[in-house]
């Protein structure tokens, strides 16, 4: 197994985290610092900044409805990061990320291949967010901003968007670049005054209150577990 499957699959944090720390030093196998493509086998010690990783079946999966000002992050070094916040008795990390002045949804696991497998899929997996805007909305800006919106050198893809009332507009992208609801209105001309993700697949925010956290229900994981292996199913098809 591959250094960064093996860090992902102990629940340590996701595979894109795990390639930064092997990056940075940080992983030993056996005492020797570990390389990005080095291979782990079952009698071997991995260590991740002195701490030993181990393999484990026991996951958890829960769904915070995060404030505004947190941010989405395991560094202890940052001030209000989203595992602190959080407190649970076991080491998670989040599924993505959520922006600091940004609110909702955001799922939190420790199992490392289905948090790739939500992030990573080809299949545009689509996440719903509730906007409100400094400005009153008209039919262009909803027309604009379902057809795409230049950003620097990158064309968003068609999205799904509707009114709700003048200053607030529903939005579900089946993409995530970098603050991309907020660049997308300010090509219009419009500042994001409040962002709220309520949901990301099948998983929805509901009456979870702000700050709080709760675990996903059987139903919701099993429904979340069947599309995936639906899609990796087709992707092995094809």
Not at 23 to 29: L, Q, T
Not at 44 to 49: A, E, G, R
Not at 105 to 120: R, S, V
Request: net charge negative; with cysteine.
């Amino acid at each position: 197994m591959r250094i960064n499957v093996f860090i992902s699959a102990s629940g340590y944090c996701s595979r894109r985290a795990a390639e930064r720390l092997v990056a940075s030093g940080e992983v030993k196998i056996n005492g020797l610092i570990a390389e990005k493509n080095s291979l782990v086998e079952e009698k071997d010690i991995v260590q991740v900044n002195d701490e030993v990783i181990e393999l484990t079946n026991d996951k958890d999966y829960i769904i915070l409805n995060k404030p505004v000002g947190i941010t989405c992050t395991g560094l202890s070094t940052v001030e209000g990061n989203i595992i602190d916040f959080v407190n649970y008795p076991k080491r998670l990390f989040p599924i993505g990320r959520l922006d600091k002045d940004s609110e909702g949804l955001i799922i939190l696991t420790n199992d490392g291949p289905i948090a790739h497998k939500i992030l990573h899929s080809e299949h545009g997996h689509e996440k719903e967010y509730i906007v409100t805007v400094d400005q009153p909305i008209d039919d262009d800006f909803i027309n604009g901003m379902s057809n795409g919106v230049l950003i620097g050198n990158v064309l968003t893809k068609k999205c799904k968007v509707s009114m709700i009332d003048e200053f607030t507009f529903r939005i579900i992208l089946t993409q995530g670049l970098n603050r991309q609801i907020r660049k997308m209105a300010k090509n219009f001309g419009y500042n994001v005054v409040k962002l709220q993700r309520i949901r990301i697949m099948n998983i929805h925010l509901e009456n979870l209150e702000i700050g709080k956290w709760r675990h996903l229900t059987d139903l919701e994981l099993n429904l979340l577990k069947e599309q995936l292996k639906e899609e990796e199913e087709n992707e092995n098809f094809n």
